[in-house]
T-cell receptor, first 115, second 110 residues
Framework: DAGVTQSPTHLIKTRGQQVTLRCSPK?????VSWYQQALGQGPQFIFQ???????QRGNFPDRFSGHQFPNYSSELNVNALLLGDSALYLC??????????????FGPGTRLTVL | RKEVEQDPGPFNVPEGATVAFNCTYS??????FFWYRQDCRKEPKLLMS???SGNEDGRFTAQLNRASQYISLLIRDSKLSDSATYLC???????????FGTGTRLQVFP
């Protein structure tokens, strides 16, 4: 049973650039959530995708956008990168309905460094 | 005040000790509760969901106190391999947004 996968594992960008991170959910899951985790902090919710639409959004600027594809995989895009965007970006997958519906499973993350 | 609060620790305990962490939440609409374990520079891994009746998984016991709005995690017979950061997370009714605490760091020494 394939777990959540993310790519790339590490990324170094400079201020002002744009980045795209990718996530494939756990087999059988249909919902993808994205989180940002700064050093020493807990993960912060960015947004969630279900049925190819953004269902919920956290307190992040419009520079953060996403997409979900028909196969449930997802992308997170960040434009005009700032130094403060350096963090571990985590993707979590879940089921929208069913007994385990509110349980989220995380991928290994993408560590983004902005110079 | 943060919506989910944890003592950051570190908790330094010897092998075999029993250690307990608490996590308080401020929003009474919180519906589901979880403990995650996170090793250094790795992703959070689900340790256990927390149910109203409490639940146990081997050496780990989780409890929920809705009246006082906190959840707890008890680890018995600590192992060196239990050294990690333990994150609590809650979500609200009708949302799937997990809100995390900053985590409690546990260090088990020989």
């Amino acid at each position: 049973d394939a777990g959540v996968t993310q790519s790339p594992t590490h990324l170094i960008k400079t201020r002002g650039q744009q980045v795209t991170l990718r996530c494939s959910p756990k087999s059988g899951h249909d919902t993808v959530s994205w989180y940002q985790q700064a050093l020493g902090q807990g993960p912060q919710f960015i947004f969630q995708y279900y049925e190819e639409e953004e269902r919920q959004r956290g307190n992040f600027p419009d520079r953060f956008s996403g997409h979900q594809f028909p196969n449930y995989s997802s992308e997170l895009n960040v434009n005009a990168l700032l130094l403060g965007d350096s963090a571990l970006y985590l993707c979590a997958s879940s089921l929208s309905f069913g007994g385990d519906a509110d349980t989220q499973y995380f991928g290994p993350g993408t560590r983004l460094t902005v110079l | 005040r943060k919506e989910v609060e944890q003592d950051p620790g570190p908790f330094n305990v010897p092998e075999g000790a029993t250690v307990a962490f608490n996590c308080t939440y401020s929003n009474s609409a919180s519906q589901s509760f979880f403990w995650y374990r996170q090793d250094c520079r790795k992703e959070p891994k689900l340790l256990m969901s927390v149910y109203s009746s409490g639940n146990e998984d081997g050496r780990f016991t989780a409890q929920l106190n809705r009246a006082s709005q906190y959840i707890s995690l008890l680890i018995r017979d600590s192992k060196l391999s239990d050294s990690a950061t333990y994150l609590c997370a809650v979500n609200h009714y009708n949302t799937d947004k997990l809100i995390f605490g900053t985590g409690t760091r546990l260090q088990v020494f020989p």
